[in-house]
């Protein structure tokens, strides 16, 4: 990819001379209505509506959602009546997009990849078909122990945790661990490691479900000894000296997919034209959030009480890749910090899909014989992603596969043969 001259272009060849430049929410948001005072679609026919009701959870990684939010993003593209509401947990953001606006829940939602497939599917409860229109980060989640633990030197190897289980098992006791939702991409991270490191994590740990912005308070009362779960709360377990971070999970797999941005199908179907718009907006504030000089501004936007509510240097740390990962280790200027745009971060390749989709098989939460082809064309919407980077004058990837993934600890995921990578897997359910 050719990065060119990084002051006039970005990584999807889009100008960044239409960047919002001026400080403070009010003036850029006034900036962007008025180079663009008519929207995006000036040109032609505007968005069928002026809002959608978008979920989020307190995460860094919502940052896109809040940020298009907060500068104005959305109205520049003719929806100025979207609102981003906070959600409880995984499974509020489940059950609220069941419910849809028009029953009183939520028409999209910042959201754990698997679960727009895992929702389609109707594994998780009824069945609600999604539409995946974009990608919202790479990298930016980890595996976090308790400071009980210092002596093992847990790291990227979770096979220094095996002493540590034995000798809890001898005594009765369980190793218990934490992931914020059944089937979500914490849940496939933190099975990932253990597994790799020769620990079966339905065998010999206990997996339990914790919303993300409560890990920190249930480590503190010692409810579990380690948790995964996207930043800024393992930022803030250091912080607080209650335990370190074992492994980021970009040093598990470099610049692996994390959350998305989807809808439900039925409001893209019906607004066509305003999904392009909505997604537009998002991939401007994901262009915006990537930029470095912005990153003090990103922080204090969403550390507020209706955001994250958290420290602002608990979120802006490791988003400008100072990671003190709590036992020592410091990695400055980390390759593995979270990415909103560069690379095509933010665009949903399907081969991506494909992997979380065979994980999913993998740990026998989804069925061997599933058509994976047909339901990743079903939910992943590149071809929606493609018209709002259009919008914004540039194009994505020439392929929707990014193809051959390496992973820590040797293993290969060729997409054209998931049937392969899944009979190389020692630790499994099938």
Request: aromatic content about 8%.
């Amino acid at each position: 990819m050719d990065n060119g001259n990084v002051k006039d272009r970005d990584a999807c060849g889009i100008s960044r001379r239409g960047l919002l430049k001026t400080s403070g929410t009010v003036a850029v948001a006034a900036a962007a209505q008025q180079a663009f005072p008519s929207g995006a679609f000036a040109a032609g026919p505007g968005p069928e509506v002026k809002g959608a009701k978008l979920g989020f959870i307190a995460l860094t990684d919502a940052a896109p959602l809040i940020i298009a939010k907060e500068m104005g993003l959305f109205a520049k593209y003719g929806l100025p009546e979207v609102e981003v509401l906070k959600q409880a947990s995984w499974g509020a953001t489940r059950d609220n997009l069941v419910l849809g606006s028009g029953g009183g829940g939520i028409d999209g939602a910042h959201i754990l990849t698997p679960m727009p497939y895992l929702l389609t599917l109707g594994t998780i409860g009824k069945a609600t078909p999604m539409s995946i229109l974009a990608r919202l980060n790479v990298n930016g989640q980890a595996i976090s122990v308790s400071k009980e633990y210092l002596g093992a030197k847990v790291d990227l190897n979770a096979a220094k945790m095996k002493g540590v289980i034995a000798a809890r098992k001898q005594a009765g006791k369980k190793i218990t661990m934490a992931m914020t939702f059944p089937g979500g991409t914490h849940d496939m991270w933190i099975r990932y490691w253990l597994a790799a490191g020769g620990i079966d994590p339905d065998k010999d740990v206990e997996l339990i479900t914790i919303p993300p912005p409560q890990m920190v308070a249930n480590m503190k009362a010692d409810t579990m000894d380690a948790f995964c779960v996207g930043e800024p709360w393992n930022d803030q377990l250091v912080a607080q000296n209650l335990g370190y971070t074992a492994v980021s999970t970009g040093q598990m797999w470099a610049n692996h997919p994390e959350k998305s941005f989807a809808m439900r199908s039925d409001w893209v179907a019906k607004n066509p034209r305003a999904a392009v718009a909505i997604t537009a907006a998002v991939l401007e504030a994901q262009r915006w959030a990537d930029d470095p000089g912005n990153i003090t501004r990103l922080a204090g936007t969403i550390a507020g009480r209706d955001y994250l509510k958290c420290p602002i240097t608990d979120i802006a740390d490791r988003l400008q890749g100072n990671f003190n990962m709590g036992d020592g280790r410091k990695f400055p200027n980390a390759a593995f910090k979270m990415k909103f745009w560069s690379g095509y971060a933010s665009f949903p390749y399907k081969s991506h899909d494909l992997w979380f989709l065979t994980e999913e098989q993998r740990w026998g939460k989804l069925p061997t014989s599933l058509n994976t082809t047909a339901t990743i064309a079903k939910v992943n919407r590149s071809d929606i992603w493609r018209k709002a980077a259009a919008t914004l004058g540039g194009k994505g990837p020439a392929s929707d596969s990014r193809g051959v993934e390496k992973f820590f600890d040797g293993k290969t995921f060729d997409p054209a043969n998931p049937k392969a990578y899944l009979a190389s897997l020692a630790i499994k359910r099938v």
